[in-house]
């Protein structure tokens, strides 16, 4: 008897809109084109190719939906290539994530592993600049909050402390996945209103580590920087746990 086969499921097939999209992105990366450079006009993409002007238009729709192109009219106008920001691409890929009830012990075993690597890094490499941010930013979660909108922000606050790291990291990569992560972390500590009630030991744990941090930070330890963050993610995966479960525990009583 020969051996049972499996049957693929058969790939979705492109619209045909869908499909020139998909080409004019492969142009512009075999033209080597940059953000701003002005793309081929209506008349020349309908003789590259081949396709309807109503196909041509509702490909430049798609790619404008997805932000990597920007059109302009008037005098000078045109569609133009565009540069995806950090925001819109965290955005885009969060809507993924929407319904996939994601936990804090998923963010923070992505924390865990990633964000150790990048402060090691950074370590001796940050601007003064960044260095006073970041310094300045701590100041906002300092001392225990008098309300609970007031405990709301300090959490977002203390959270915007990684993800301003994270944009300083030369891995692109690395630092848009902690950025992204941290996102997302942000939304579910605010949806799901997980500052309540205060804890106070994880304001002042979280505190305690970012000050330390930026010691390492500003004396190039990378060692001492990998280990503090180490631990700063251990001991907020805990603390952070407990308040989930607080969470769901009022949530079950309502």
Do not use: C
Request: hydrophobic letters at 45%.
């Amino acid at each position: 008897m020969p051996p049972a086969t499996t049957r693929s499921k058969p790939e979705a097939k492109l619209s045909r809109p869908a499909a020139v999209a998909e080409a004019i992105k492969d142009m512009v990366v075999e033209r080597a084109m940059k953000p701003g450079d002005r793309l081929p006009s209506e008349p020349e993409m309908i003789e590259t190719f081949g396709m309807a002007k109503g196909t041509i238009r509702e490909a430049m729709r798609i790619l404008e939906a997805q932000g990597l192109i920007r059109t302009r009219t008037g005098p000078g106008g045109g569609s133009f290539v565009h540069a995806v920001s950090t925001e819109r691409a965290t955005a885009l890929l969060g809507n993924y994530f929407y319904f996939q009830d994601l936990t804090i012990g998923d963010a923070y075993q992505m924390r865990r592993a990633l964000e150790p690597e990048l402060v090691a890094a950074l370590a001796g490499r940050l601007s003064e600049e960044a260095l006073a941010e970041l310094e300045a930013l701590t100041e906002d979660y300092a001392s225990p909050a008098a309300t609970p909108e007031e405990e709301r922000a300090q959490h977002v606050a203390s959270l915007k402390f990684h993800a301003l790291l994270a944009a300083q990291g030369e891995n692109r990569l690395l630092s848009f996945v902690i950025e992204f992560t941290v996102k997302l972390l942000t939304d579910i500590t605010v949806s799901r209103q997980l500052y309540a009630p205060a804890n106070p030991e994880l304001r002042l744990r979280g505190h305690d580590f970012h000050r330390r941090l930026l010691v390492a930070l500003r004396e190039g330890d990378a060692g001492a920087a990998r280990a503090i963050m180490k631990s700063h993610m251990e001991t907020a995966w805990a603390l952070m746990g407990d308040q989930e479960a607080r969470a769901l525990s009022r949530f079950m009583e309502e």
